[in-house]
């Protein structure tokens, strides 16, 4: 196989941004790792990309090295750690964005994003894994209704900076409409708009609570579940972890298993 230099987008946020090198005078491939969250939370996430990378027979510091950054949840800076990766090796920077492979993870649309043509043709040199997290919020709040039936308004957790935020809003009120049920939005992009957005969902008596898929709200599941369970408020989240750190419930794709077939196709 051709030496070849990697990153990884796993974030809607950053899936505009396709750049990659290469560099033939490298002693091992590099693969660099982009993610918009923090590495805390994801970190068997991260064990996962690595078992996927290992069925290609790649393993991490023995033939293949991995150059990882993470945007921390402020996406603007993104930009700047993939110029950063770009840096590593300027000579291909030229080339890179239409000859190297790209492999994204993405919870936003691909397709809506412009990021590839289609599903199964996606075209160019970019290709990965959808995990379907933003079509999935209209299914969360019907099962979270089913269980709680008598809940209204139900509250909706939103990050404005998501990119598929606005679709996530439109499939969710006409859910709603559906289900004749009222709903309170709350937005949040940043920790500190946290406490506000609990007090409003209590002030307005919701009777429940619908977490919007965002890689900012992966990466502070344990703080949104203790704020959750302290006010008192069921809640449904996007992944199984949000329910292992302790929420009521979750609905969605297997997060572990994109990675891994996100690492199956790097390798």
């Known amino acids: 196989m051709r030496r070849r230099e990697f990153i990884k987008l796993l974030s809607g946020a950053a899936a505009a941004s396709p750049l990659t090198v290469r560099a033939q005078q490298q002693p091992m491939p590099v693969v660099g790792f982009l993610n918009a969250a923090s590495p805390g939370p994801l970190r068997q996430q991260v064990a996962a990309f690595r078992e996927g990378l290992k069925e290609s027979d790649y393993v991490e510091g023995r033939n293949v ?24 090796q300027v000579s291909a920077a030229k080339a890179a964005t239409t000859t190297i492979p ?98 409003t969902l209590v002030r307005q008596r919701a009777g429940a609570l619908l977490v919007c898929s965002s890689p900012f709200f992966n990466g502070r599941r344990e703080q949104l579940v203790v704020l959750a369970a302290r006010h008192a408020v069921p809640a449904i989240f996007e992944w199984r972890d949000f329910a292992a750190a302790g929420g009521l ?19």
């Open 102 to 199: 790209i492999v994204f993870s993405l919870g936003a649309d691909p397709v809506g994003l412009g990021v590839v043509a289609s599903l199964n043709r996606p075209g160019g040199n970019i290709t990965g894994v959808y995990q379907f997290t933003s079509g999935l919020e209209a299914k969360r709040l019907g099962l979270l209704h089913e269980m709680i039936p008598k809940a209204t308004p139900i509250a909706v957790l939103v990050n404005p900076n998501f990119a598929d935020a606005e679709n996530q809003l439109r499939d969710v009120e006409e859910a709603a409409a559906r289900l004749e049920v009222q709903l309170v939005i709350v937005r949040a992009n940043a920790e500190s708009d946290f406490d506000a957005a609990f007090s």
């Open 249 to 267: 419930m979750s609905y969605g794709t297997s997060l572990a298993d994109a990675y891994r077939q996100v690492g199956v196709y790097a390798g």
């Open 65 to 88: 090295a991995v150059e990882y950054r993470w945007a921390e949840g402020q996406y603007d800076r993104l930009p700047a750690l993939v110029a950063d990766l770009v840096r590593q």
